[in-house]
């Protein structure tokens, strides 16, 4: 038969010891947690354009056929203007706002910048500030105001309606290394003489001409053109596809006169 045990009490010393070093091992778990969301919150609130955020999901079969024009749909205003979507909701892959060329207007976009950094969401949930359930991104680039290019992405041929009601006043091409990639499509806004929507990136339907009147999503412009063998476009990092697009920008009436 074994001998009992006798109990062994630890010395104060050993405990005080022991309990010493179980803190230290807690503290520096806790800074390492510290640092590690110190960092994230950095990264988050200053990088906010940087990262891409959740990638669409690939086109379905139903974007191979027509899908007719959209619903009417504001996603973007400047001052009594309305932009309405041009393009079917259906074939919508991502919305973007960059600057335009250099006498385009920036425009307030409608929805929730998708890519914002945390600091701004957070002060737009206290503060408010954003209207519509729209998420668009910020793209970099362009020679106006950061918002002054509304960039609607849709896969190539996709139809393009007018995102105003107005009449047409000019029809250009747009010449890209040396290379005529669609026209880009002047409405002059109903009851305001002052402004211009331009509309590019689409191959003209056949039946416009100078001269037609529109319907804000419901007179056909033309078709979205085919821009991935030419450039980068800004809008792909945040589509599943090369980043095609309408491009709608409102200006001056008096820019006309300059091209």
Known sequence: MSPPVKNRRVPASRRRHLERE????????????????????????FGGSGAPATVAAPASASRLVPAGPPHPEVIAKLDSLHLQLPVSQSRVTAIGFQGGSANAL?????????????LRRIAHRIFGGASGTRRWYQLPGGQGPATSSLDVGAPAGTDVYAPVDGTVVAIED??????????RIDVQPTGQPSLVVSISHVRVDPA????????????????????????????????????NHVVVEVRPSAALSLG
């Open 106 to 118: 920036g425009v307030d976009p409608l929805g929730t910048q998708a890519n914002q950094g945390l």
């Open 208 to 243: 416009l001409t100078v001269g037609t009147t529109v319907t804000a999503a419901g007179s056909k412009l033309g078709t979205i053109v085919d821009f991935s063998h030419t450039e980068r476009q800004a809008l792909a990092r945040y589509t599943n596809d090369s980043g």
């Open 22 to 45: 179980r803190r230290l091992r807690r503290l520096a778990a806790l800074i390492a947690i510290a640092l590690v969301a110190l960092v994230t919150l950095l990264l988050s609130a």
């Open 174 to 183: 747009v010449v890209l290394n040396d290379r005529v990639l669609g026209s």
